[in-house]
């Protein structure tokens, strides 16, 4: 390898030792150059020229070096401190901003569907609406066959007017033996008015007797006469006492006439009713759902052909626990629909359960057995709203994310 030599020019054109009358640097030795057929010393010559290299840029002068990254790029570091500084400030109002509402995505959609069942059995004669239709309150879902219903009500209507006749017969007996009654009161005057002038007739001739005016034939003739009288009065009064006693008994059957009748017209608005169930309707406005019902079919009464899902309906959210610290019924929500994502319905706080939804499950925890290990409840939370959206369809089970100012 050849030696560099000293008084190679530098880049400048100029002998190192003539620099502007200064005394050069002390030169540094040249890289020995591998000979063609050394290939053994490749390495060590390219590590001295990477040695080299660096003890160049070391040697530069200051005003040859790269200046700092803030120096070329102040804009850059300003616009990227304001950002953070920003970023930190909306966090802050952020937070405070969040820490006036609670939310939760363990909510969705309720309502007290019912289902809808005949209350009376027979064969669907038709079914006037379809699945998932619209229906209002009253309004006829399907109708069973009618004939057996009306057949019994023409019956009950037979019935009652027969008891109304038993009840017209026995109010003419009634009024017979209260006929009967006066008769025999009358009777007993004319015992007691016969009685009493034959008592005078025989005190008469009991006194003419006495007298020596009277014969003793015409005594006896009048206490025979006043004996028979008396017997009669007797006869009279019982016969009254019997027509008192026979009104009653009469009295009696026409009570039970017109029990008979009010029964028989009880059967006639059963039958009418019945006759009336043959019409299945809807008691409440709302859509149907599981719509089973069918012509022909032979439905039992309770059987259910249908469930109505009521308009009525509101959002139940289980909040955790320690989210109820400021929540209180009358606060405003908003919530949103998982179907409908790009509307936020306004509503309001309704109610508070008292208790958590594991107190009123079937299965409630038992925590006084096995193993105490605390888990926080959910309390279901009753949202409210007036302005439920109308051109789509919303139904019980339906995911909500409600959210609820509370301070």
Do not use: C
Request: charged letters at 25%.
């Amino acid at each position: 390898m050849l030696e560099a030599r000293s008084d190679r020019p530098s880049e400048t054109g100029r002998p190192d030792e003539a620099r502007d009358g200064q005394a050069a640097p002390p030169a540094r030795p040249r890289a020995r150059e591998p000979r063609p057929d050394d290939p053994a010393k490749d390495d060590e010559a390219e590590s001295e020229a990477r040695r080299d290299r660096g003890d160049a840029r070391d040697d530069a002068p200051p005003s040859a070096r790269r200046p700092a990254f803030i120096r070329r790029h102040p804009w850059a570091v300003l616009a990227a401190f304001v950002a953070i500084v920003a970023a930190g400030i909306g966090g802050y109002l952020y937070w405070q901003h969040a820490r006036h509402f609670e939310e939760t995505d363990d909510a969705f959609v309720d309502a007290r569907q019912f289902a809808l069942a005949p209350k009376v059995g027979g064969y669907v004669r038709a079914v006037l609406v379809t699945d998932n239709q619209h229906v209002g309150a009253g309004q006829v879902v399907l109708r069973i066959e009618p004939r057996d219903y009306e057949v019994a009500l023409d019956q009950a209507r037979a019935q009652v007017r027969s008891a109304q006749a038993q009840v017209a017969v026995s109010a003419a007996q009634v009024r017979a033996q209260e006929a009967q009654i006066e008769q025999s009161q009358a009777q007993v005057r004319q015992s007691e008015a016969a009685l009493a002038f034959a008592r005078d007739e025989n005190r008469r001739a009991q006194e003419l007797v006495q007298r020596g005016s009277g014969t003793a034939q015409r005594a006896q003739q009048t206490a025979s006469e006043l004996s028979q009288r008396e017997a009669d009065l007797e006869r009279s009064k019982a016969a009254l006492e019997a027509a008192r006693i026979q009104v009653d008994v009469v009295r009696a059957q026409r009570a039970s006439a017109e029990a008979s009748l009010a029964q028989a017209e009880a059967q006639v608005e059963q039958a009418e009713l019945n006759l009336r169930y043959t019409q299945v309707a809807a008691l409440q406005a709302g859509r149907v759902a599981k719509l089973s019902g069918s012509v022909g079919q032979l439905v039992q009464a309770g059987t259910s052909v249908a469930t109505i899902v009521p308009d009525a309906v509101w959002v139940t959210a289980n909040f955790k626990e320690t989210q109820l610290k400021d929540m209180r019924p009358g606060q405003d929500a908003t919530f949103t629909i998982d179907a409908y994502p790009d509307r936020e319905i306004p509503g309001r706080v309704e109610s508070i359960q008292s208790g958590s939804g594991t107190a009123f499950s079937i299965l409630p925890a038992e925590n006084a057995t096995g193993n105490y290990v605390k888990v926080v409840q959910r309390v279901p939370v009753k949202i409210v709203s007036e302005a439920w959206p109308g051109d789509v369809a919303v139904g019980p089970g339906m995911s909500v994310v409600p959210k609820v100012k509370v301070r």
